[in-house]
C-alpha cells in the first residue's frame, strides 16, 4: 500500500470542539491506566434499571445495519463523548444472536457475538471475547479481548470497574429503546486489553454509557437537484494527502436541491485524473460532497456522503482492494452528532477561531475532515509517527478550500448573514443594554450569535 501519511483517525469531543480531536492510539502502543471518569455517583452499578419498553424489532433482520455508536471514553487518551460506528450483521444459522463489526474499538479486527432475548428487549455481550487478532495485522504480540465492567462504588468511596461474573452478568443487560436504538445502562463499562490485564487496571480502551443509534448512508440522488452551473473548487482534503503541488479551481459542476435550496452539491470532484497522482488514487469518479448552506457563518459539509475517491490499499497495488472516501468537516460532523452548536459558536468565537462559510459567492472550507468505508463514523486525518521523535503522531496541517459557486446562481440573496444583522447588548439578567458597560460581563447578539465578554 503506497502511502505518504499513515492515517490518524481521531474521535472528535462532543460540547468542547476546540482543542484538536484526540488521535487513537495505535495497537503497538502502552496500556492506559484508568483516567477521568464521569460522576460516578449515578453510574454506580447500584443505578436500577429501567424496563425495556416494547418495540416491533423481532428477529436478528430488524437488527441488521450500521450504528453510530456514542459513548464515554474513560481513559485519558479517548476521554469524553466519542462517536464511531459498528456494524450488526447476522449471525449464520442464529435467531438469538447477533455479530458486532468495530467493537470494543473502531480498530477491532473481529466480530464480537450479541445475545438477543426479543421477548424482554434485552441484550447482552460476553465477557473475554477475543476481539483484536494480532496476527491479522502482522504483529506477533498476544491478541487483545473485550471484557465486561460494572462501575463499582467501594467501601472507600472510590469507583472503579469491577469485572462481570456469572452472578452479575444480568446487571450488564443493555436494552432495545422504542427507536430501535440499543443502549447500555451507564455503569456497564466495555474494555479492551490483553488478557493478563484484565483484572489489573491496564486497557487500551475502556467505554461506558453506550448507545447505538441505527444511521443510513447519505446517498444522494440527483433527481432531487437540478444544476446551477460551474463552479472552481479548491480542495482541502486529499491535497494535505500529497507531498505535491496543491490542484486549484478544478471546474466542477454545482448542484443544488430543488425542495431545499440551502442544500449544494459538487458532482463528481475527483472524476479528473490529475487526481491519480502519484499512484494512490485507484478508483476516482462518480461521488459527492454536499455542503449545507442554512448558516452561512456555519457551513456544514454533509457526512456519509461518497465523495467518489478511493485508496488503493491492495499490497499488489492493483487496485484490488479499494477504500472509499466521505468527505465532511467539524461543522458538519458536530451537528450530526447532535452537539450543542450555539454553545461551539460561541466558544470558537471567544478564541477567534473561524467556521467554514459562505461570503458572496465562495464557500470557504474548514476544520476539514475526512471519514472511510472502513470507518464511516470515526474522524480521520493525514499525519505520521515521526521515528526521530520516539514516534510521537504528528498531524499534517490542513490547507484552506474554496468553492467559488457559479456566478449569478440563486440563492445568495435570501440567506442573510449574522454579520449584517443588527447587534444587539444584555446583561446576565437578559435586560437589554444601550452599550456595552466597561469592566461587565456582557452578551452580544447578533442574529443567530451569542457571544458573551467582558467590555473594555
Avoid at 462518480?286 to 452561512?296: R, T, V
Avoid at 443567530?448 to 465578554?453: A, G, I, L, P, S
Wanted: glycine share 8%; net charge negative; aromatic share 10%.
Amino acid at each position: 500500500m503506497k502511502k505518504i501519511y499513515a492515517l490518524g483517525m481521531a474521535m472528535m469531543v462532543c460540547g468542547s470542539a476546540i482543542a484538536a480531536p484526540n488521535t487513537i492510539r495505535k495497537v503497538n502502543d502502552q496500556l492506559l491506566p484508568l483516567g477521568k471518569m464521569k460522576d460516578p455517583s449515578e453510574l454506580t452499578v447500584n443505578t436500577p434499571m429501567k424496563a425495556a419498553p416494547a418495540k416491533a424489532v423481532s428477529s436478528v433482520d430488524d437488527l441488521v445495519g450500521m450504528y453510530k455508536w456514542t459513548y464515554f471514553g474513560i481513559l485519558e487518551d479517548n476521554s469524553g463523548d466519542q462517536m464511531s460506528a459498528v456494524w450488526i450483521e447476522k449471525v449464520a444459522g442464529s435467531t438469538t444472536q447477533v455479530q458486532i463489526k468495530g467493537f470494543p474499538m473502531p480498530v477491532a479486527t473481529l466480530p464480537v457475538i450479541m445475545n438477543v432475548d426479543f421477548a424482554t428487549k434485552k441484550v447482552t455481550i460476553q465477557d473475554g471475547q477475543k476481539c483484536v487478532d494480532m496476527a491479522s495485522l502482522g504483529l506477533q504480540r498476544d491478541d487483545w479481548y473485550l471484557y465486561v465492567y460494572l462501575l463499582t462504588k467501594l467501601e472507600d468511596g472510590t469507583t472503579k470497574p469491577v469485572r462481570v461474573t456469572a452472578a452479575t452478568a444480568d446487571k450488564a443487560a443493555g436494552t432495545i429503546n422504542e427507536d430501535g436504538s440499543i443502549e447500555f445502562p451507564g455503569y456497564v463499562t466495555f474494555g479492551c486489553t490483553e488478557s493478563g490485564y484484565a483484572n489489573d487496571g491496564g486497557w487500551y480502551f475502556l467505554a461506558q454509557s453506550n448507545k447505538m443509534v441505527l444511521t443510513k448512508m447519505n446517498t444522494i440522488n440527483e433527481a432531487d437537484y437540478e444544476s446551477i452551473g460551474m463552479g472552481k473548487f479548491t480542495d482541502c482534503w486529499i491535497n494535505d494527502r500529497f507531498q505535491t503541488p496543491v490542484v486549484e479551481e478544478e471546474e466542477v459542476e454545482v448542484l443544488q436541491n430543488k425542495t431545499n435550496p440551502k442544500l449544494l452539491i459538487i458532482k463528481d470532484p475527483y472524476a479528473s485524473d490529475i487526481w491519480k497522482q502519484n499512484g494512490n488514487a485507484s478508483k476516482t469518479g462518480k461521488g459527492y460532497i454536499q455542503f449545507n448552506i442554512a448558516d452561512p457563518d456555519w457551513v456544514e459539509v454533509t457526512v456519509l456522503t461518497n465523495s467518489g475517491y478511493a485508496e488503493d490499499m491492495s499490497e499488489a497495488e492493483d487496485g484490488s482492494v479499494t477504500d472509499d472516501f466521505y468527505m465532511t468537516n467539524t461543522e458538519g460532523y458536530l451537528s450530526f452528532l447532535g452537539g450543542d452548536i450555539e454553545n461551539t459558536k460561541q466558544e470558537w468565537a471567544m478564541v477567534g477561531d473561524v467556521p467554514s462559510n459562505l461570503t458572496g459567492n465562495t464557500i470557504t472550507i474548514l476544520h476539514q475532515l475526512f471519514t472511510d468505508a472502513n470507518a464511516p463514523l470515526t474522524q480521520n486525518w493525514w499525519g505520521h509517527y515521526d521515528s526521530n521523535s520516539n514516534n510521537v503522531w504528528i498531524e499534517a496541517e490542513r490547507s484552506e478550500g474554496k468553492l467559488v459557486l457559479p456566478a449569478g446562481w440563486s440563492g445568495v440573496s435570501d440567506i442573510v448573514s449574522d454579520f449584517d444583522a443588527p447587534v444587539k447588548y444584555y446583561n446576565l439578567q437578559g435586560i437589554e443594554l444601550a452599550a456595552p458597560v466597561k469592566g461587565q460581563l456582557t452578551i452580544k447578539k447578533q442574529g443567530n450569535k451569542t457571544v458573551k465578554f467582558i467590555a473594555k
